[in-house]
Nanobody
Framework: VQLQASGGGLVQPGGSLRLSCAVS????????IGWFRQAPGKQREGISC???????????HYADSVEGRFTISRDNTKNTLYLQMDNLQPDDTAVYLC?????????????????WGRGTQVTVSS
């Protein structure tokens, strides 16, 4: 299983970014997959995840801190996970990572995820 996040960058407050996570070694439909972030000096935070479609209901889940601003989605033809981030704020500055859980349902707890990709830096600043 390999995951590679991309799409980070520098954006002004109120701006948008779309992150991508290219996945190989398994089908996005089969396992729970999610986005996490880690800011300097802070614990890794689960921000969004999506259940398996094949083995669960494919529903999405969000942390309160990003609900209504971030949208998780996937393109099964490209085996790629996305995170659309709108109305970004300085508190969103962090390294963003994608991860896979060896189960069909997701939980926003990084300790419950098994495979991790390298992160991509998101910086929100004026």
């Amino acid at each position: 299983v390999q995951l590679q996040a991309s799409g980070g960058g520098l954006v002004q407050p109120g701006g948008s970014l779309r992150l991508s996570c290219a996945v190989s070694g398994f089908s996005l439909d089969d396992l729970a997959i999610g986005w996490f972030r880690q800011a300097p000096g802070k614990q890794r935070e689960g921000i969004s995840c999506i259940n398996s479609v094949t083995n669960d209901d494919g529903s999405t889940h969000y942390a309160d801190s990003v609900e209504g601003r971030f949208t998780i989605s996937r393109d099964n033809t490209k085996n790629t996970l996305y995170l659309q981030m709108d109305n970004l704020q300085p508190d969103d500055t962090a390294v963003y990572l994608c991860a896979v859980r060896r189960d069909s349902w997701c939980i926003l707890n990084p300790n419950r995820f098994d495979y991790w990709g390298r992160g991509t830096q998101v910086t929100v600043s004026s």
